[in-house]
Nanobody, 122 residues
Framework: QVQLVESGGGLVQAGDSLTLSCAAS????????MGWFRQAPGKEREFVAH????????GYADSVRGRFTISRDNAKNTVYLQMNSLKPEDTAVYYC???????????????WGQGTQVTVSS
């Protein structure tokens, strides 16, 4: 069992940076791939980035590649999402997720956090 708690969201201006954190409890954190997803009002939840269990592989959505960086610290049971050059279209609730599969499909992740709001003003 893994419990996830996101933090770090907020209101920023276009071009600003923000770092999200996702703290995990449970001894199996390092066995799980971790993903960040986001959901804007009226839209489906979409993949943002993921990182493999030991951090050796990462993947990004085209819309954030080059601006966002995912990382993890297994000693701290935490995964991060560094977001640079934020745009109004990045506005959404951001969720972290943990799972055993290397995938970008939300429903294939096993555990989810409650989400943190990111709002980017123009």
């Amino acid at each position: 069992q893994v419990q996830l708690v996101e933090s770090g969201g907020g209101l920023v201006q276009a071009g600003d940076s923000l770092t999200l954190s996702c703290a995990a409890s449970g001894r199996t954190f390092s066995n799980n791939h971790m993903g960040w997803f986001r959901q804007a009002p009226g839209k489906e939840r979409e993949f943002v980035a993921h990182i493999s269990a030991w951090g050796g592989a990462t993947g990004y959505a085209d819309s954030v590649r080059g601006r966002f960086t995912i990382s993890r610290d297994n000693a701290k049971n935490t995964v991060y999402l560094q977001m640079n050059s934020l745009k109004p279209e990045d506005t959404a609730v951001y969720y972290c997720a943990a799972g055993r599969l290397w995938t970008v499909v939300p429903r294939l992740y096993d555990y989810w956090g409650q989400g943190t709001q990111v709002t980017v003003s123009s």
